[in-house]
C-alpha cells in the first residue's frame, strides 16, 4: 500500500484519511504528528481503508511504456501516442481528432517519460482552456456571475477550486477524465461563485446543470490517483 503524508503547518489539530487509489491512500496531519501517531490511525482505520481500497478501480490511467509504444491518459481512455518526424528544432505533442501525436526530430526510442510529461502538460493546458472557457463563461453568464480569470495549474491534491468567489482553478489532470467529468468540475466550481459552500443550495446548482453530478463525483472518487499523475 502506498501511504502519502501531508503535513500541514496551519492549526490543524486532527488527522484525515483520504483513499485515493486501489493501492494507495493519503494522510493529512498537523505538522509535528509522529510516525508513532500515524501508524496508530492507520492500525485504528484498515478495515476501513482495505473496503474503500477494494470498491476502488486499479490504476489502469497512468502515463506507461508496454513494448516500444506509449500510452497516455486523455479523455478517460488509454491513448496510444504516436509519433511523428519533423524538422522543427522543438518537440510537441498535438491533438488531431482526438489522437495525441508526439511531433520530434529525434529518435522516437530515445524518447523519456520525463520528455513526455513536460510537451503533454502544454498541450493539455491549452486543451482545457479550449474546452473550460466558453463552458464556465456560459454558466456563469445562467447565474448571472462572473469571475475573474481561469488558471490551469499542476495542484497536488484538488481537482479544482473557486478562490474569493472570482479565481477559478483546474488541474491540468482533468485532460484524462471523460467529458462528462470534466463538464461536472467546471459546473462545481462555477457554482462556487454563488455559493462558497457545499449546502443544499449549493448541490442543487450543480444538480440544475449536472443530473448526474453524482455519477460524475464517484468517477472522481475512483479516479484519484490522477490528480497527481503530472506532479512527479
Known amino acids: 500500500m502506498n501511504i502519502q503524508i501531508i503535513k500541514n503547518k496551519r492549526r490543524k489539530k486532527s488527522?484525515?484519511?483520504?483513499?485515493?487509489?486501489s493501492d494507495a491512500v493519503r494522510l493529512r496531519v498537523p505538522y509535528r504528528t509522529g510516525q508513532n501517531e500515524i501508524n496508530a490511525v492507520l492500525s485504528k482505520y484498515e478495515d476501513w481503508i482495505k473496503d474503500r481500497m477494494s470498491s476502488?478501480?486499479?490504476?489502469?490511467?497512468?502515463?506507461?511504456k508496454h513494448g516500444g509504444t506509449w500510452h497516455i491518459p486523455f479523455q478517460g481512455t488509454s491513448q496510444l501516442l504516436e509519433f511523428r518526424y519533423t524538422a522543427r528544432k522543438y518537440d510537441r505533442i498535438i491533438v488531431d481528432n482526438?489522437?495525441?501525436i508526439y511531433e520530434t526530430s529525434k529518435d522516437s526510442s530515445i524518447i523519456t517519460i520525463h520528455?513526455?510529461?513536460k510537451q503533454i502538460k502544454k498541450t493539455y493546458r491549452?486543451?482545457?482552456?479550449?474546452i473550460i472557457t466558453p463552458v464556465a463563461k456560459q454558466l456563469s453568464d445562467m447565474l448571472q456571475s462572473s469571475y475573474?480569470?481561469?488558471?490551469i495549474k499542476n495542484t497536488r491534491s484538488i481537482w479544482g477550486s473557486c478562490r474569493n468567489s472570482k479565481y477559478l482553478t483546474f488541474n491540468i489532470a482533468l485532460a484524462c477524465v471523460p467529458p462528462d467529468v470534466l463538464h461536472y468540475v467546471v459546473v462545481h466550481e462555477v457554482c462556487h461563485l454563488i455559493y462558497p459552500h457545499h449546502k443544499q443550495s449549493f448541490w442543487r446548482c450543480v444538480e440544475r446543470f449536472d443530473p448526474n453530478y453524482s455519477e460524475h463525483r464517484q468517477w472522481l472518487r475512483s479516479h484519484n490517483y490522477?490528480?497527481?499523475?503530472?506532479?512527479n
Do not use: C, Q
Not at 488527522?15 to 487509489?21: A, D, G, H, M, Y
Open 15 to 21: 488527522i484525515s484519511i483520504e483513499v485515493i487509489s
Open 56 to 64: 476502488m478501480s486499479p490504476r489502469e490511467l497512468v502515463i506507461k
Open 98 to 100: 482526438n489522437r495525441l
Open 115 to 117: 520528455d513526455i510529461k
Open 126 to 130: 491549452s486543451y482545457l482552456l479550449t
Open 148 to 151: 475573474e480569470s481561469i488558471n
Open 226 to 231: 490522477l490528480v497527481t499523475v503530472f506532479n
